[in-house]
C-alpha cells in the first residue's frame, strides 16, 4: 500500500494507540508504524498478517468450553481490537453471532449479573434529562453518528423488565450486539454506530430490591414524563414493551428516520419469507387469507407489513386489504363485538371482523371463537403464529387448513422452540408435504414425501436451537444501510416493503418450491447489500433521499459505503483521526 491516498492518519501514539479498539493493529503494526507511532519494544517482533491473527485467535477460542467463556472471549477480543474482532466473526457467522447474541447473553446476563465489563455505549437516565443533551454532546464529541441502536429494558428478548444493569447487561449487551450485527452483515463502519441504554425505572421488584443494582432505582416512569425523555432522535429502537413500541414508532416515524425492530423487521422479514411462498405458488399477496395467531406487537408488525404491501403491490385500499386478515388474541377472535365491549388495543380495532359473519359458529364456554373453528369458517392460506402458546397448531387445525388450500403457508413463529405453535415436521407430516414452512426457532429439516430433505427456514432464528440468532438479521441491516446510504429522512414503509421484496426474490423457493424460502444465514452480508441498495433505490424514488446521485449510480454508492475490516496503513498526524 504505497500509494500515499490509501493511508490513514492518526493522531495518538504509543499507550493510547495500543488501548483504542478502533485503531489497535496489535502484533500487525508494521515496523515502519511501530517506530512512527512510539510502540517499539511494546510489541513482540514478529509482525503478524490479518489472517495470521485470525487463525490464533480462533485457536484460542476453541479452547473456550461454555457458550458463556466464549462470549467472554469475543467481548474482550473487541474491547481490544474491532478489526481483529468483526474479521474473525465474519469468517465464522454460523458460529460465532450466537456467540455474541442470543441465546449467550441470556445465561451471561443470568450467571454473571454483578461482572463489570468495559462500557462502550451511552446511558441516559431519567433523573438526568435537564443535561441529557449537553451529556449525549458530550459523548459524542467529535463522532460522525449514522446509527443510534436504543432500549429502554422494558421487553427484552420477550421475557420482560430487564432494568438498567452494568454493561455486560442483557439490554445493554443486546443494544450492542445489535449495533455489531448491522457492522457484520450491514457494513456499517463501528464507529458510527453508538448504542444507548435508556434508563426510566424498572418494575422488576427483584432489581429494586437488590443492593447492587446499578441502575435508577425508581418504579418505571410512563405517560407524560417517559414521552418527554423519549423525545430525541433515533433509527433502530429495540426491546420496548408492547404499550410503547408501536405508539412511539408512530409518534416519531414522520419527524426522524426511526425504525423498529421488534415491529418493523420481524413483519418485514415475514413479509419477505411470505412473498417467497406466494411467488413459489405463482399467487398474489391479495389473494391469500391470512390468519395471524397472537396480536402482540409482532404479530401487529406483520398484519401492518402484509396489509401495507397488499396496499403499495395489488392496488388495495386500506379497507379492502383489511378484510383479508383475521386475527386471534387472548380473547380468541377479535371482532367488533369484542372491541365494543372488551379493552381491545386501537390498533386492532381496524382488523375486527363483522360479529353477523361469525352467527352459527361454535364458541368456547367464554364465548370466545377459538383457532380451529376461525379455520374450518375461514379456510386460511396463510397462517401466522405469534403467540408463545406451544402446540397450538395441531394435527386438527393443521389438517382442516391444507383440506382448504394446495399449498398451506404455515409460519409458526414463536420462539424459543418450545413455544412453537407446532414442530414443522409434524406440519410437514400432516399436510403430505404440502405445506410451506418456516419458524421463529430454529429446526432441523423434515422430510418429504418423496424422501428428500425440506430445509426449514427461520423467520426469527437462524441457528440451532443452542445458539440461536434473530434471522431479521436478514433484513434489518440492509434497511439501516439503505436508509443511511440514502440519507433518508424517514424509514417509510415503502422502503420497508423494497427491502423485504428484494429479500425475497433471493429465495430459493423461486427456483423449487421445495426448497428454503430463505436464503442461508451464511449469504447475510450478500443479502443485506441487495436489500441495502432496493432501500435506496426507493428512498430517492420517493423523494426522502438526502444525495445528489441517482437511482443508477447507488450499486456503486453502496459498494464505496462498506466498511471492511481490513487494516489500513498509517501515518502520523497531529491532525488526524483520534
Request: aromatic share 8%; glycine share 6%; proline share 4%.
Amino acid at each position: 500500500m504505497s500509494d500515499f491516498k490509501s493511508h490513514f492518519r492518526v493522531a495518538i501514539r504509543g499507550d493510547e494507540l495500543l488501548t483504542s479498539p478502533r485503531f489497535n493493529k496489535g502484533t500487525a503494526f508494521t515496523l515502519a508504524e511501530r517506530k512512527a507511532f512510539g510502540l517499539v519494544g511494546r510489541l513482540p517482533c514478529q509482525v503478524n498478517t490479518l489472517d495470521e491473527q485470525c487463525k490464533r485467535a480462533y485457536a484460542q477460542f476453541q479452547t473456550c468450553e461454555t457458550p458463556i467463556r466464549k462470549n467472554s472471549f469475543l467481548q474482550s477480543l473487541k474491547d481490544q481490537n474491532w478489526v481483529l474482532y468483526y474479521s474473525l466473526v465474519s469468517r465464522y457467522l454460523r458460529e460465532m453471532v450466537p456467540i455474541i447474541y442470543t441465546p449467550t447473553e441470556a445465561d451471561a446476563i443470568s450467571e454473571y449479573s454483578h461482572l463489570f465489563r468495559r462500557s462502550e455505549g451511552l446511558y441516559l437516565t431519567l433523573k438526568d434529562q435537564d443535561s441529557m443533551e449537553e451529556d449525549f454532546l458530550e459523548q459524542t464529541k467529535g463522532r460522525d453518528i449514522d446509527l443510534i441502536v436504543c432500549s429502554d429494558a422494558e421487553a427484552i428478548l420477550g421475557i420482560g423488565d430487564q432494568g438498567v444493569g452494568l454493561p455486560n447487561s442483557l439490554v445493554y449487551e443486546i443494544s450492542t450486539a445489535k449495533s455489531a450485527i448491522y457492522t457484520l452483515i450491514g457494513g456499517m463502519d463501528p464507529s458510527k454506530s453508538l448504542s444507548v441504554t435508556l434508563d426510566v425505572g424498572t418494575d422488576n421488584a427483584n432489581l429494586l430490591n437488590d443492593d447492587l443494582y446499578v441502575g435508577w432505582n425508581h418504579e418505571r416512569v410512563r405517560g407524560e414524563e417517559y414521552d418527554r425523555f423519549i423525545d430525541s432522535s433515533l433509527l433502530h429502537f429495540e426491546d420496548f414493551g408492547v404499550t410503547n413500541a408501536e405508539r412511539l414508532l408512530q409518534k416519531y416515524r414522520t419527524a426522524h428516520s426511526v425504525f423498529n425492530d421488534d415491529i418493523q423487521g420481524t413483519g418485514a422479514v415475514t413479509l419477505a419469507c411470505t412473498m417467497a411462498a406466494v411467488g413459489a405458488t405463482k399467487s398474489k399477496l391479495s389473494d391469500q387469507r391470512y390468519l395471524i395467531f397472537g396480536a402482540g406487537s409482532a404479530g401487529m408488525g406483520i398484519a401492518h407489513q402484509l396489509r401495507d404491501a397488499i396496499i403499495q403491490l395489488n392496488n388495495f385500499n386500506e379497507s379492502q386489504a383489511n378484510t383479508l386478515f383475521y386475527l386471534i388474541d387472548k380473547d380468541g377472535l377479535i371482532t367488533d363485538e369484542l372491541v365494543d365491549t372488551t379493552s381491545v388495543r386501537a390498533e386492532l380495532h381496524p382488523f375486527a371482523r363483522p360479529s353477523a359473519e361469525w352467527n352459527g359458529v361454535q364458541r368456547d364456554e367464554g364465548g370466545k371463537i377459538r383457532l380451529l373453528e376461525v379455520v374450518k369458517h375461514v379456510k386460511p392460506t396463510v397462517l401466522i403464529g405469534c403467540s408463545t402458546c406451544a402446540g397450538a397448531f395441531t394435527e386438527e387445525v393443521v389438517k382442516a387448513m391444507a383440506a382448504g388450500c394446495e399449498r398451506p403457508i404455515i409460519l409458526p413463529l414463536s420462539n424459543p422452540s418450545r413455544l412453537v405453535e407446532v414442530d414443522p415436521k409434524d406440519a410437514n407430516e400432516w399436510t403430505k408435504g404440502k405445506a410451506l414452512l418456516a419458524t421463529g426457532s430454529p429446526f432441523p429439516p423434515a422430510k418429504m414425501p418423496n424422501g428428500k430433505d425440506y430445509i426449514i427456514a427461520e423467520c426469527n432464528t437462524l441457528m440451532n436451537e443452542r445458539l440461536s440468532m434473530d434471522a431479521d438479521a436478514l433484513i434489518y441491516p440492509g434497511l439501516g444501510f439503505g436508509a443511511i446510504l440514502a440519507q433518508s429522512r424517514h424509514m417509510t414503509d415503502s422502503m420497508i416493503i423494497a427491502g423485504a421484496r428484494r429479500l425475497a426474490t433471493l429465495s430459493p423457493a423461486l427456483s423449487d418450491p421445495d426448497d428454503a424460502l430463505l436464503p442461508d444465514f451464511v449469504d447475510a452480508p450478500k443479502v443485506s447489500f441487495e436489500v441495502g441498495i432496493a432501500v435506496a433505490e426507493q428512498a430517492i424514488i420517493e423523494g426522502t433521499a438526502r444525495v445528489d446521485w441517482t437511482r443508477e449510480q447507488v450499486r456503486d454508492e453502496a459498494s464505496k459505503k462498506v466498511w471492511k475490516p481490513i487494516y489500513k496503513q498509517y501515518v502520523y498526524d497531529e491532525q488526524g483521526s483520534r
